[in-house]
């Protein structure tokens, strides 16, 4: 009988080394999933155009599942195969991406695999007394984050939103990409603004000729009419709990794609230091497509976010300009829009989301 029982036993020790060794494989074949998928769809951040960040993605995917191995073995993606960009719609439950609209693209899901025609399947090492000396493993991992941002609400961490009340006009923001100014350059090292050429052009957000008398290009936000001390809070600290609360807990554009900021009669040498304090630093700025009125009583037609960084600012003596290049800008409180283009390079924490 002790015989039998030992032959028994050892069985179900075998049984659990190998039960427990495909467990350890699954575990680590889906962190490598969940980790490639988040570092992949973080491309989405780093251009507009969808072809460029498929061809980003596929190679960041090959490239992280090298510091990645699933039991000390390198699970290498087939980049046209294993990695797909489509479309995820946040709040739907959606399980499977969508590919119909690649302006709606936001989602990278990768797949790997641990299999007799792919990368290897995990050896048993007891698995031969019930004819089976290796399992196939595999896992899937989607991740996605919001990109056509429609407007901002109160974030749950209560920080304030960073964002600028001074607009600038749509058509001069898109042809922001054909400008040959490049005269600022930022290190990402130091943090530090240099007057040096990086290769992103730059554009004048203020002052500029919007069409109103009196206005070039400063908002109202929070308040009806803000004060020189009011506009430079939101300068330094973005908006604040009660900013947003004004518009009722989030400023968004309408379901016609708008929203209507009044106009300020503009910045003044007093706020110049407030403006340096931020160089360097990325904030959002609303876009405007027309304006009516003059001055004070100024209303402009926004329909869309951008994400700008503050290169350098000049208010005193003979030209006045501050100058800004396109960034990229990861914030909470977004409010997702329906794929619309209403933002540009701002963006949510990308997440797993399946």
Known sequence: ???????????????????????????????????????????????????????????????????????????????????????????????????????????????????????????????????????????????????????????????????????????????????????????????????????????????NETGSSGNLGTVNIGVTNNSTSYISKQIRNGLSRADLQFHGGSLELNPLGTLYLSGNPGLSAAMKDDLESIIGEVRVVPVYRSVWGNGNNAMFEIVKFVAVRIMAVKLTGGEKAINVQPASLTLEGLIQGDGAQTSAGVFSSPRIVH
Do not use: C
Request: glycine content about 6%.
């Open 1 to 207: 009988m002790a015989a039998v029982l030992i032959v028994i036993m050892f069985g179900m020790v075998a049984f659990a080394i190998d039960t427990g060794y495909l467990a350890l494989a699954r575990t680590e074949t889906q962190r490598t999933a969940d980790a490639t998928a988040h570092a992949a769809v973080v491309e989405f951040a780093s251009s507009q155009d969808i072809n460029e960040i498929t061809k980003r993605a596929r190679s960041v995917a090959s490239e992280f599942t090298s510091s990645n191995p699933v039991l000390g073995q390198v699970a290498s993606v087939a980049p046209n195969v294993d990695v797909s960009i489509g479309h995820y719609e946040f709040g739907s439950g959606q399980s499977e991406l969508k590919f119909d609209d690649p302006t709606k693209y936001n989602a990278v899901k990768v797949r790997i695999r641990r299999t007799s025609s792919q990368n290897g399947a995990v050896p048993l090492f007891f698995g031969g007394i019930l004819n089976r000396s290796e399992q196939d493993v595999d896992a899937e991992a989607t991740a996605a984050l919001v990109r056509d941002v429609k407007g901002f609400k109160i974030p749950p961490s209560g920080k304030n939103v960073p964002m600028l009340p001074i607009t600038i006009e749509e058509d001069y923001w898109d042809q922001s990409h054909e400008s040959d100014a490049d005269v600022w350059g930022y290190d990402p090292k130091t943090g530090q603004v240099t007057a040096e050429a990086d290769g992103i052009p730059e554009l004048r957000l203020f002052p």
